[in-house]
């Protein structure tokens, strides 16, 4: 079979994988759904549809909440036998809940698209160090707790480590109340045990003798500690080990006495028999049940219970008697605390939603016209590798379960801009062989031959960098890691694989017989090393000016609430009123350190109010505005609460893994070209970093998680520019062209110019659709973006440069064919008049 045999199955093969990935996109209507899938149909399940579709109808956007209402003493598990499991504690919300999972789409959207809750929470660091299997004690508390998340019904949650000792979960499409029950259901432990009350405890509490080895427990009342409630001498440690881990089932009924809910608990066979010895040795005493450290009743033991199960009675509100039931039949090992709470209202996802595809099509379509333009035939070509570029990303996405999210949005469209980069140098490798007079199969073979080294030199620099982000980052940070590392693979295979498969076959089938490219301007004679003295200090010049009027003239104003700490609210209002007027109410209701602004999305024109306060401040901050502003219909949209931990740690992250990535980079430049190369490329990617953060900050931005993204993304577009240049240096200097170094330079620098135009070009069109239509997050992802950009081409032509020619002192490196040196003073055209010749 011939290479291009090979070339074409595996391209037809990924799609084809992608495709299959990618499919269905969207999710199902689950009403529909659930009558699509049903196994056995009879009158009661059509009516039960029936009267799902009217719930709908009166509460739409509540699929599953309307069908577990229709649902009634139903049981589903005869109409989808295939979806029951034995372990199901509540057969009907287990069915419902596959059906749901089952009816989403493959494209997992992120809260900031389509509205929720994401909550991060951290185990208690205490009894996590001493757990000696760290990463089962998380997995274990994700299990616990993505089965607690299954009660309330919502659509996807996604569930996943963030850090060592963190999980993050994401609840979509939650309303206010679910939103407290979530909190609440999320942070109890249900430590449960089962302890003997002293057998003289009466005497000894009124005694006040503590026997070694009790302690005075008071039961516990809806009014906690009331004066009154009876307080029992208790057992330290639970009664021959029995705690909630033997607990199968737990349930709520009420009591038919009182009517106040009470919760049944079924052990399993193992605490079955533990709880029968307990009780057939203990008869007549009392038996205290304690829930997280309270007690809540100490019945008596009456004779033997042989049955494995028990009550638990207690002044229980509905609502707390649910949560505890769910929380003892998913215990959790490890206690858990919410360190950072976020929330997006759906509406304000939709608006995200808008803005962000209409700045991808136009971002998509000013490309695919800016390559067409340029390189013609060949930029239909290019354009056909860059489509499937994205389908094969989406498809990789998905296959790994990644979530989509607003700055997932701005890196596909930005992946369409950077993905040129890889086409251009092979291009304008070929614009070279054909100056030379090749044949068109000699150009196409010596235009990819040629690029090959640099493309695979700069995409695998990249990919060590986003290695290190997955290993060490968090956050933002890890998932940008993910996302760049797929979108490296992608664009290497098709840039190299597919656009080679469709020019060979072009050429086998005599389709082909010219390359035909947009004529560019002839760059030879641009001094560039002329104006080195006069860029560096520029640039330093900037840099101090802009970090420091960030770091000392706005201080921690700088900082926003993803690592400072705080509550952000985001609302919508009837009437716009000053920022003025919204600090003096805040201050005069206590809460004078607090930061607002207003925010619009260029792409949907909505504006909303954006208003930083403490941690914990929040709810504080909307009630203030809402009595001080009575005729302003504040309606909120969002809400960030970060604790100044999970800020610190996301800043920790940031740093170790940027740093670590810029050594990665180091080393592997420094092995696959000169030290100086390598010391060259980091000190001018150092420089982008702190040039881009100076001018961000000068223009008033804060700093948050989607920045930390933005400014790893700029590290990797311009290590990618840097290592082309540092390639065509060191090829001029193997091929033995005459002149000084600074000469050689200028040389490679001209030589280049074009390729990098073209790309910057196309990156920064993109970026620029991202700016001006998308809105939000992404408006502010893209403009440091491209700060990075402008900074990036700069840095490469007039900061990393200049560093190698001093480096060496103005000598040539020992690299290649050493030549007589003929100085030409200013005459670059000279230098390339020898290289020609």
């Known amino acids: 079979m011939s290479r291009n045999s090979w070339r074409f199955l595996l391209t037809v093969f990924i799609v084809a994988w992608a495709l299959y990935e990618l499919y269905p996109p969207k999710g199902r209507d689950l009403i529909q759904f659930f009558d699509q899938r049903v196994e056995f149909r009879d009158a009661s399940f059509d009516e039960l549809v029936k009267r799902a579709r009217e719930l709908e ?27 029951v499991e034995d372990d199901d504690a509540d057969r009907n ?47 274990q ?111 709520v009924f009420p009591d038919p006495m009182t009517g106040r809910p009470k919760i049944s608990l079924q052990f399993n066979s193992e605490g079955a028999e533990i709880f029968a010895n307990i009780t057939r040795n203990n008869v007549g005493h009392l038996l205290a049940i304690v829930l997280d450290g309270e007690l809540y009743s100490a019945p008596r033991i009456n004779s033997a219970i042989l049955g494995g199960s028990c009550e638990i009675t207690g002044d229980f509100e509905l609502r707390e008697a649910f949560e505890l039931a769910n929380a003892l039949q998913n215990p959790l090992e490890t206690p858990v ?168 076959t072009l050429l086998a089938r005599g389709w082909i017989r010219k390359v035909r490219m947009l004529s560019l301007p002839k760059f030879s004679n641009i001094p560039f090393m002329n104006w080195r003295f006069v860029c560096v200090g520029a640039s330093s010049l900037l840099i101090i000016v802009g970090l420091g009027y960030g770091i000392f003239g706005r201080g921690k104003q700088v900082l926003g609430v993803d690592f400072a700490g705080g509550d952000a609210i985001t609302m919508r209002y009837s009437e716009r009123l000053g920022v003025d007027q919204l600090r003096q109410a805040l201050a005069q209701g206590g809460l004078a350190d607090s930061t607002i602004g207003y925010q619009q999305s260029r792409a949907t024109g909505h504006e909303t109010l954006q208003v930083v306060v403490p941690l914990d401040a929040g709810p504080r901050a909307q009630q203030i505005l809402q009595q001080a502003f009575p005729n302003v219909q504040f309606d909120t949209v969002g809400v960030d609460s970060v604790g100044p931990t999970v800020g610190a740690h996301i800043q920790r992250s940031a740093v170790i893994s940027s740093l670590l990535a810029l050594f990665g980079i180091l080393v592997y430049v420094a092995f696959r070209y000169e030290f100086s190369f390598a010391i060259a490329s980091v000190i001018a990617l150092i420089h982008d970093v702190f040039l881009t ?22 590290i990797g577009y311009s290590v990618n520019d840097k290592i082309v240049i540092m390639d065509r240096i060191r090829e001029d200097l193997k091929l033995g062209i005459r002149g000084s170094f600074r000469e050689l330079i200028d040389i490679a620098l001209n030589q280049t110019l074009g390729r990098t135009i073209i790309t910057g070009g196309a990156v920064i069109m993109a970026t620029a659709s991202l700016f001006i239509f998308g809105g939000g997050v992404i408006n502010d992802f893209a403009f440091v973006f491209l700060l990075g950009i402008l900074s990036g081409t700069y840095s490469s032509l007039m900061i990393a440069s200049p560093i190698v020619l001093w480096w060496h002192k103005g000598q040539r490196p020992k690299i290649g064919a050493q030549v007589e040196v003929q100085p030409a003073p200013g005459v670059v055209g000279a230098g390339l008049a020898r290289a020609k010749a």
């Open 57 to 83: 109808a009166a509460k739409p956007g509540q699929p599953y909440a309307n069908l577990l209402a229709a649902t009634g003493t139903n049981d589903l598990a005869r109409f989808f036998p295939s979806l």
């Open 93 to 139: 919300r287990a069915i419902l809940n596959r059906l749901q999972q089952r009816a989403a789409g493959r494209i997992k959207l992120g809260l900031d698209l389509q509205g929720g809750t994401e909550f991060l929470v951290a185990l208690d660091e205490t009894r996590f160090a001493n757990i000696a299997d760290k990463e089962r004690a998380v997995e």
């Open 141 to 251: 508390a994700i299990e616990v707790l993505r089965r607690r998340v299954d009660t309330f019904g919502v659509a996807e949650p996604i569930l996943r480590p963030a850090g060592q000792n963190r999980i993050s979960i994401q609840i979509p499409g939650m309303s206010e109340d679910q939103k407290q029950s979530a909190e609440e259901t999320i942070k109890k432990v249900a430590f449960l045990e089962f302890r003997m009350v002293h057998p003289e405890s009466d005497e000894l509490v009124r005694a006040e003798i503590i026997e070694p080895g009790y302690e005075l427990m008071q039961e516990r009342t809806r009014r906690r500690r009331a004066e009154g409630a009876p307080t029992y001498l208790v057992r330290k440690t639970a009664e021959a080990g029995l705690t909630g881990k033997y607990v199968s089932r737990a349930g």
């Open 337 to 504: 605390t919410i360190e950072e709470e976020r929330t997006v209202d759906p509406s304000l996802g939709a608006d995200s939603i808008a803005s962000g595809v209409t700045a991808s099509i136009i971002a998509a379509v000013g490309t695919f016209v800016f390559m067409m333009v340029f390189y013609l035939t060949s930029g239909l070509v290019a354009n056909l590798a860059l489509a499937l570029n994205v389908v094969i990303l989406m498809g990789a996405m998905c296959a790994i379960e990644s979530t989509l999210t607003m700055p997932g949005i701005a890196g596909i469209a930005l992946t369409i801009g950077m993905a040129v980069d890889a086409n251009v140098l092979i291009y304008e490798r070929m614009r070279e062989e054909a100056a030379a007079g090749k044949s068109i199969k000699g150009i196409i073979a010596g235009g990819y031959d040629k690029a090959f080294g640099t493309i695979f030199d700069a995409n695998l620099t990249t990919l060590i960098a986003s290695i290190i982000l997955i290993f060490f980052g968090t956050g933002p940070v890890k998932g940008f890691g993910v996302t760049l590392s797929i979108g490296i693979c992608v664009s290497m295979f098709t840039a190299l694989v597919v656009t080679r498969l469709i020019y060979d």
């Open 693 to 714: 953060l100076g001018i961000f900050f000068l223009a008033g931005g804060q700093l948050n998680a989607t920045m930390v993204a933005a400014i790893l993304t700029i």
